[in-house]
Each structure stands twice: as C-alpha cells, then as structure tokens.
C-alpha cells in the first residue's frame, strides 16, 4: 500500500487544499489528490477547497469541483494540505485545518514550518506534485490524475530548465506520460499560450522595468490602476517574473502587483547564487533558492529599497 493508502483508513470525509492565489503546481497537486480519491475511494467525501484558479487550467479533470467559498463550517476526518508552506497562505481555507481530527502537509518549500499533524516536506524536490507522485500508488495513478501532477510539475520547474529539475523529476514526468497524457498540449496552453490582453500586461512591464545595482537586478510593477484598465488579475500575470529573469546580465528580477492600498505580491528570480527565499522569509514570505515570493506593504519606493537592502548583502 502507498502512504496516502494507509492514511485513508477509517477516514470519511477529506478536505483539500492549497495556497492562496494557486499556481500550476497548486492547482495540479490539489486536482490530482481529489482524482486520486475519487477514483479509488469513492466512499470517501472530498472537497477542493482554493481561492479561484486560473481558467487556463480548467483541462484538469474535476476542475470545476473546486469550491471557493469558504463560509460553510465543517469538520473533516483528514485535512489535506498541499505547496503551502505556513498557515497564513492558507486564506481563509486555514479554519477547516484548525478544525480537522487529523492534518497532513505535503510540500517541498525549504521554508515549510511544519504546521500540520505529519509533514512531508521534500526541499530537494522540483514542485509538490513531484512528492504526491512519491506518495500514491502508481498503478492507480490514471491518465487524468498524470495530467494534474504533469501540469504542477512543468509550472515549478519551468518546463524543466530550473535547477530544482533532477533525474527523479525526469523519470517520474516519463512515466506519467506512459499513461497516454498529450504533453505537448498541456506545456502549451497552460505555460506558453496568453490572451491578447495578457500580452498586452506582459509588454507594459517589460516596458516600464528598470534595472539597477549595475544591471544586475531588474524589477517592473503593475499597480492598481493599470489592472482594472486592462481588466487583469494577478493570475493573468503569470510569466512575467520570467521573461525579466532572463534579461541578459540580471542576476536578481523583480516583479511586483498591487493587491490592496500601498500592498504588493512580490515574486523574486535569481539567475546566481543568490538566495532568494531568504529575501522573502525575511520579510515574512517563502520559496526556493532561486524562485520565491512575499507581500510588502509601503509605496513602490520603499518597497524596492527594502528589497534591494537585502540583495545587495548577497550581491557583496
């Protein structure tokens, strides 16, 4: 039997759950967790709980069971919690975790704080799904639960080029694609393919990034104003921190959104050996080594200067 199996037992209902504003690995880690029980436990009552994902993943089996309204109060026998690694990014999903008889964590952010009954927390590894895969068994693993961990899988590794990628990342993304899963469509849509207006928030930011200490560092910043005049969310800026990462000579991006009155969602990219999940940790956020995100609150000014404080202590 595989973990999830053992831990399933006597257990009637599961709620699920990942972080606050969910990303591909979010979502699919999530997904695949709910397949995975529909499938094989259909006597077991679960529920997705997450903020409103993006629609670019509505491909994903189930994708419409997930509920985003967190106003019922309900007790479960397990609570699930999935890529999130404390509380507070939890949202307001964090009251069916208090109220669980048993919680479990699956994660692989270094900076996990070991908040749920068991964590499993693999820092090493390339996205959380990668350590759910390690978690399941693989001959009930279908193609619909292969294509949930593929999609989380390829959004943390970035199709494979970020250092997190290993053999093991390798090897497990073969054997899902053994399972029949169209890949190449999965990489293209959910990854690569924007609407004409993310495209158009895409050319704004690169357009307005300014880079300082020598070029080594690069940031851009949607407020407010300009989201409601584009009709985007945060979601719609997927990829963004990306193409300024790989700006020729930048060892440090910046890409930063206004959520609120004078607050930001901080992502940060580092090309070096630059460390920026201590950035974030500590200014109250998390990540990885070289990918990682905070929110800060202060005008933009403040903002990149408190953050540049800190890079330029590793930069020296």
Known sequence: MSYLDTILENVKNAAIMGHVRPDGDCVGSCLAAFNYLKENYPQVEAVVYLEKPSDKFNYLNHFDHIVSDFSEDKEYDLCLCLDCSDTLRLGEAVKYL???????????????IGYAGENIVEGHASSTCEVLYGLLNENKISKEVAECIYTGIIHDTG??????????????????????????????????RKTYIQNQILGRALLESISFHDNQCIFSVINKKDMEFYGVSGSDMDGIIDQLRITEGVECAIFMYETGCREYKVSLRS????DVSKIAFYFGGGGHKKAAGCTMVGSVHDVINNLSDQIVKQLN
């Open 98 to 112: 208090n109220a669980a008889k048993k919680s479990i964590c699956v994660d692989h952010h270094i900076t996990n």
């Open 159 to 192: 199709v494979f080029k970020y250092d997190s990628t290993s053999r093991k990342t390798m090897e497990i993304a073969g054997k899902l694609m053994e399972k029949g899963i169209n890949f190449s469509k999965i990489i293209d849509d959910s990854f690569y």
């Open 271 to 274: 090309t070096a050996e630059l």
